[in-house]
């Protein structure tokens, strides 16, 4: 009746051959013809098998009816999903859904294994990025906890030039000691050698280097022949009466440029030995000649005048030398260093405010001189023990971070 139906609107509506009363009618008269064909059929059914009373006009018993439909249901229902099993299972399966799975299945697994690598990744930074960032909190925990202090490394690089400058003050001391035990002993080709000689030099050293003319109200110096300063007396000013100045030869100075290693004499080396002439033996012992310090008496082997006024003078320079190791050892420990560390030193003096002619008493600078900029040992010692704490910068730096 469906296809009538549609037969009706497309077929006859469509070619225009009947109008819409005629198709009306046709379909109520197939209606009609349906229903007496199954009240036919019905009524063909032999008389016992409808025990049950008919309400019916074609006879139809209602209970049958219901049986009938519920076990038509039933095996319909059941062959239905019988079909749609055995065709699941026949076509369904393993013609499309298998061969579509296992495609789908190949490649969601080569994605997936495309996929692993970068989530391994992410993985591995993460734990690359939490590892770094314990190291760093370990690092920054240990700079805070263990790092040393700024004033406490400054303190450990002043002392580099330390030992260098402490052995080179001791060597310079021994030859100091040893060029003045020399003069007082009058050595073969020394100046202490003849008395009058080691006189003149003296005198003719303070007549150019040390005599200042202004003295004993002018009258050192008015005769070139014979005033003991000539008619000038010495032409550099800084250097007057330094042969008997310690305060200023000596004292004053942090560090003087003395370096009895070297060839070459300079001022304040001249200086000290000025004046450790005047201090100590300032008029040598007579050197007796040769036959004064012979035996009178061979067998006997007596000692004579002579010879034990010599071993008296070697006891008295004996004692001489122990006074002298006082001015040995101040002027050695004064003498120029290695200088390691002078840029160091320089940095100190600029924070405390040190410069000009202090700092170049203290570093020995002197632009004229290639070897200047030395600090002392002395000077050293003076810097890590005093003037370093006089600033109070140093003392805050103490302080562990």
Not at 9 to 27: E, M, N, P, Q, Y
Not at 131 to 136: A, E, F, G, H, S
Not at 157 to 165: E, F, H, I, M
């Given at each position: 009746?469906?296809?009538i139906?549609?037969?009706i ?19 109520r ?89 970068t989530?391994?990744?992410f ?14 909190e ?15 490394c ?13 052995q ?23 100046m ?29 110096a ?5 005033s ?130 202090d ?43």
């Open positions: 009746m469906i296809m139906n549609a037969r609107k497309t077929g006859f509506t469509g070619l225009h051959l009947i109008d819409v009363r005629t198709a009306a009618f046709i379909r008269a197939m209606l009609m013809l349906c229903v007496c064909f199954c009240a036919f059929m019905l009524a063909m059914r032999p008389a016992h098998a409808c025990p049950c009373v008919c309400y019916t006009q074609c006879g139809v018993c209602i209970d049958e009816i219901k049986d009938q439909s519920s076990k038509t249901r039933f095996i319909s229902i059941y062959n239905e999903f019988e079909n749609q099993k055995n065709w699941d299972r026949g076509k369904l399966h393993p013609g499309w859904l298998r061969p579509s799975l296992m495609l789908m299945v190949e490649q969601l697994t080569t994605a997936a294994f495309f996929s692993v690598g989530i391994g990744t993985f591995d930074a993460k734990q690359q990025l939490e590892t770094q960032r314990l190291m760093d370990i690092y920054a925990k240990s700079l805070r906890d263990y790092q040393p202090s700024t004033a406490l400054r303190f450990s690089t002043l002392a580099v030039d330390l030992p260098a400058s402490e080179r003050a001791n060597v310079q001391k021994v030859m100091f000691s040893k060029a003045n035990l020399d003069r007082h002993l009058g050595k073969k080709s020394g202490g050698a003849d008395p009058l000689k080691d006189s003149n030099a003296r005198k003719n050293q303070f007549r150019h280097t040390y005599c200042d003319k202004n003295e004993f109200m002018g009258n050192i008015n005769d070139a022949q014979r003991l300063c000539g008619d000038n007396g010495a032409t550099d000013a800084e250097r007057f009466n330094k042969d008997i100045s310690y305060t200023r030869t000596l004292d004053f100075p942090y560090t003087i440029d003395m370096n009895l290693t070297d060839k070459t004499m300079t001022k304040d080396e001249e200086d000290i030995f000025a004046l450790s002439r005047n201090l100590f033996g300032h008029t040598v012992f007579p050197r007796p000649a040769a036959n004064k310090l012979q035996f009178n008496d061979s067998q006997n082997r007596r000692p004579t005048k002579q010879q034990n006024t010599y071993l008296q003078s070697r006891s008295i320079i004996a004692k001489r030398n122990i006074a002298e190791n006082s001015l040995f050892n101040i002027a050695s420990m004064k003498a120029r260093g290695t200088g390691l560390s002078k840029d160091y030193y320089k940095q100190i003096f600029m924070d405390l405010g040190f410069m000009g002619r700092f170049e008493t203290f570093m020995a600078e002197d632009t004229s001189r290639s070897k200047s900029g030395h600090p002392s040992y002395y000077a050293q010692m003076d810097v890590l023990t005093k003037k370093l704490y006089q600033n109070p910068n140093f003392i805050a730096n103490l302080i562990d971070k």
